[in-house]
């Protein structure tokens, strides 16, 4: 069966991950080493994204800021953990000027920085500087707030959207004056994401919390949503800490308490990124390209009029048009229908397919007896198929108009529904042992098949005992994913030791 | 009489603008050199110049890209005018890890890069690598592309959204089969520019092109937008580019035409920033703070309880409440009103100068007797004062309800036409001479007094002439704005050289 794309997830899913972001528009690699380029869809997707998001952040009572790009070096040294775990990928800016020498574009030796910069990877330090200054008293907090903005971690291996040096990201930042106040606040941001991924990205997860080792350097509690990709492998979609004391101790964010008392803010960040869209891509996207939510679709329904250069031309673009116009006067998921005639040069058979790849939910080819029956043909991307064939839907013009909003409703709960079934079908909770995990997935130990994850109890060991787990795993190519927030009462023998398990968590490989 | 700001226009303008800066709550500096911390207010606005550009350069045909921040450094080496006026200010990665060294931190003499990378200081280079790449036929014609970005350019004396290192922009970027075509979008984007300052931002422009020593490095053309400040400098709040074929020469962006031949594309490049944020400052602010124009007013409408801790405190809450979400279902503008309650702790007298000087363009304080009377007192921010005293406006309840919006429009018009009127009044077509410019000028060279600009023909000299009239005019700290669009049929004398006019131009102080 020929399909739209040039790889099937079959043969070979991490190619046919390349060949989707590719062909899709979805975005391209970059002159610049580790950086990527985001085309128009997949840029419009991001967009959505933000709006959504962004709505949702400020529906919470965060206000966004904007703070500097470049961070002086030494700050990032005042918190001893958070400097271990990103001094490794930074991007250090050392001049501020070039210079022709001898023919050659070098840095100017004369302008060289006496205390370089770095490209921040993350905010924490720079903004619990401007806490510091703003925080002087209970009255001032909660300080709550945002940032939309691009970061840089220097990674040696890349992919498009999942793991790029440069990416683009909200950050929430929060100080508070009390641990309890600061742990709410780590939950609500958690939940957000939650919410905001299942509703909006028809993207199940499972929010958790994550183990001592996987926590962000300088955090005393780390926790995340993970969704499950069609290979089985887990997506880390976005991530909320809590801090603790430490950032406020480094960079002495403290305020005078009710009681006269001076003391240390409790502070909070929380961050998601573009990595989402290869999320979206690998929960939604099938062997003939993506399959956009319809709440992310930068356009939800394409018209694609059928030109046979003859006179009744006119009648099918007037037709289209008309259509597309009573369209886009709809509402959908809060917003106007995002309807769009492409009238761009080309083949209409070409057209179709590009926007296949794409994904756009609905997709209406329109000939001459549309026209004049006043009917149209519609593809659902989400069914694309019947067997090898295209499968096409005939309807009123009239009844598609009054149906549009409830069809892109329910191929949003379609998407959804696919992807809950594939996560909650696919977690064992029969394994009890390492023996039985290592055969479970050390028969594959290339990733090529689909395993999903494990849920099992540990006992959640600390310091040498943790490193030996976290060995073992890595043996089978596998980490902690999250403890899920939601437990049992009572916990079985621990996987890894037999003594008394203390919480269940999430083992799965993951990218 | 007491103002609201520690600083009036009068007393020194310079520190008037950075008194507003400061406490209408819109941006400070940050310990990065150059780079500044967008505040609540400030971003808020700047969301929502963003959100309009953006509809608009949408609604011509643009699609939103990403490029990389980071560009090679031989990418900026190949276009020869380009490097030498952007090479001295650039921010030059050189490094891409830190390294603990006798326990300091430390560019890690081991990750130098191979080929330093610069960040970005407007991105035509790297988006003109991608053309090349994008590009082959004339059927891939024109590409209309836009970016909001983070550029970066080191200088050195800086001031808060008017010339800052790091600063937020959009970039239109866009490739042509013809010149026509490429100098009609030029002036599309110009006119966007034009049209968005005068009915968004509500401050009068005069649009025409730049003098050749004034040239984007690499343009053939340049146009701009030139805003006159309650000083009376001109502000560039917008520039458009006609690039030629020189990004495409230097970049080999080549397509063949429908005549098979290889051809040059005709590239355009347009930006506009956050500047545009201070013109909006100097045009609109006053002795009391900003008066923001109600369309890119974060909130529109403010209510302020009046509470003292009394058992009546609940029913004034519950009338502000209500009141509050009545105004945010109307609309203004084509988007919902924002009208906002404002409960947060402490005094509402505070609370009241802390809108008035961030420029809420209605602001409503809610005592009992208005909640038990079902009306509102109000106060205009443009109008903000009858002699010393604060103005209020009483209303019932439901006729200001009813007339929300049309007094949103009303003060929009009203911040409009007197920034239209300091414009177009204050621009001298009586000078002739250098002798009676100077006279002019040259009266208050420090710049204290308030001076306008002139306009005047001249005979656009090139070469050593132009440096000549260059050198005079920044004896008087005077520059060429622009040659504004419209023209009259025949010119006066050439104001420098007494030979026959050419074109007219603008000269001003400027920031």
């Known amino acids: 069966m020929q399909r739209a794309l040039s790889v099937t997830r079959a043969q070979n899913f991490p190619d046919w991950y390349q060949a989707i972001v590719k062909e899709a528009d979805l975005a391209e690699a970059s002159p610049t080493r580790g950086c990527m380029i985001i085309k128009a869809w997949g840029y419009g997707i991001w967009e959505l994204i933000q709006q959504e998001m962004d709505r949702r952040i400020k529906a919470t009572g965060h206000d966004n800021y904007y703070f500097p790009l470049l961070i002086p070096m030494g700050f990032i040294a005042k918190e001893a953990e958070h400097v271990?775990?990103?001094?490794?990928e930074m991007a250090v800016v050392t001049h501020h000027r070039l210079k022709n020498i001898d023919g050659e574009l070098k840095p100017d030796p004369e302008a060289e920085l006496t205390e370089p910069m770095i490209i921040r990877p993350t905010s924490e330090t720079i903004i619990g500087d401007a806490f510091s200054r703003w925080i002087t008293s209970y009255r001032d907090l909660p300080v709550l707030l945002n940032q939309w903005a691009n970061v840089m971690r220097w990674e040696m291996r890349t992919r498009l959207f999942l793991r790029t040096a440069e990416f683009l990201w909200q950050e929430g930042h929060t100080a508070h004056a009390s641990k309890d106040e600061a742990m709410d606040e780590t939950f609500l941001a958690l939940e957000l994401y939650r919410a905001f991924s299942e509703e909006w990205l028809a993207m199940p997860v499972i929010a958790g919390e994550k183990p001592a080792h996987e926590r962000f350097p300088g955090a005393d509690n780390t926790f995340s949503i993970e969704a499950m990709m069609q290979d089985g492998k887990a997506l880390q979609a976005g991530t909320s800490h809590y801090l603790g004391t430490h950032f406020a101790e480094a960079q002495d964010i403290r305020f005078t308490d009710k009681d006269g008392e001076r003391k240390l803010a409790h502070t909070t960040s929380w961050g998601t990124s573009t990595r989402m869209i290869g999320g979206v891509i690998m929960t939604h996207g099938d062997d003939d390209g993506l399959r956009t939510p319809p709440t992310i679709a930068p356009k939800q329904?394409?018209?694609?009029?059928?030109?046979?250069?003859?006179?009744?031309?006119?009648a099918v673009i007037a037709y289209a048009k008309a259509l597309g116009e009573a369209l886009r006067g709809l509402t959908a998921f809060g917003l106007p229908v995002r309807a769009h005639v492409d009238l761009k040069p080309g083949k209409s058979a070409d057209k179709r397919w590009d926007w296949v790849r794409r994904g756009a939910p609905l997709i209406l080819e329109i000939g001459p007896r549309d026209a004049t029956n006043g009917q149209v043909s519609f593809m659902r991307r989400d069914a694309l198929r019947e067997?090898?064939?295209?499968?096409?839907?005939?309807?009123?013009r009239d009844e598609f108009v009054a149906q549009a909003p409830a069809l892109l409703a329910e191929i949003q709960r379609a998407v959804f529904a696919e992807a809950h079934a594939r996560l909650h079908g696919n977690i064992r909770t029969d394994i009890t042992s390492y023996h039985d995990l290592a055969a479970y997935f050390g028969s594959d130990e290339d990733g090529g098949g689909f395993k999903g994850w494990v849920r099992a109890p540990w006992c959640r060991p600390a310091g040498a005992a943790l490193d030996a787990v976290v060995e073992k795993l890595k043996a089978l190519k596998l980490t902690i994913r999250n403890a899920p927030l939601d437990q049992p009462?009572?916990?079985?023998?621990?996987?890894?030791?037999g003594q008394p398990g203390v919480e269940e968590i999430l083992i799965a490989r993951a990218y």
Do not use: N, Y
């Not at 271990?84 to 490794?88: R, S, T």
């Open 387 to 396: 067997g090898d064939k295209l499968k096409s839907h005939a309807m009123a």
């Open 301 to 314: 329904i394409v018209l694609i009029p059928i030109l046979r250069d003859k006179p009744e031309d006119e």
């Open 489 to 497: 009462a009572t916990f079985g023998p621990c996987l890894f030791t």
């Open 84 to 88: 271990d775990g990103f001094a490794k």
